[in-house]
């Protein structure tokens, strides 16, 4: 079973940008579709970006045009660069691979905007 590891999170003024890196102990290249999704307090969990294993790519409507998945087969990983970023961004990210109808998570990292 793949394993997944974030990292890149942190405080950041509004406006500015962080990059998150999610890196799996197994090969993803196998699987459906990897993910950014998010959870701010008191709130369900959300998706944020898909990149499908055929290269459709998705984002929510509220980080279109400020957000970037990418992912790298060859090593594992999968990065969401976010750019002009603001309050309501605030949340703890998760990585998900999909596999069919199964998504493996990772632990999250925390990104918290000020205003």
């Given at each position: 079973q793949v394993r997944l590891e974030e990292s890149?999170?942190?405080l950041v003024q509004a406006g500015g940008s962080l990059h998150l890196i999610c890196i799996a102990s197994?090969?993803?290249d196998s699987s459906?579709?990897?993910a950014w999704y998010r959870?701010?307090?008191?709130?369900?969990?959300?998706?944020v970006a898909t990149a499908r294993s055929g290269g459709s790519i998705y984002y929510a409507d509220?980080?279109?045009g400020r957000f970037a998945i990418s992912r790298d087969n060859a090593k594992n990983s999968?990065?969401?660069q976010m750019n002009s970023l603001k309050p309501e961004?605030?949340?703890v990210y998760y990585c998900a691979a999909i596999f069919g109808l199964t998504a493996t998570w990772g632990q999250g990292t925390q990104?918290?905007?000020?205003s």
């Open positions: 890149g999170g942190g197994g090969n993803i459906d579709a990897m959870q701010a307090p008191g709130k369900q969990r959300e998706m509220s980080v279109k999968v990065y969401l961004d605030t949340a990104v918290t905007v000020s």
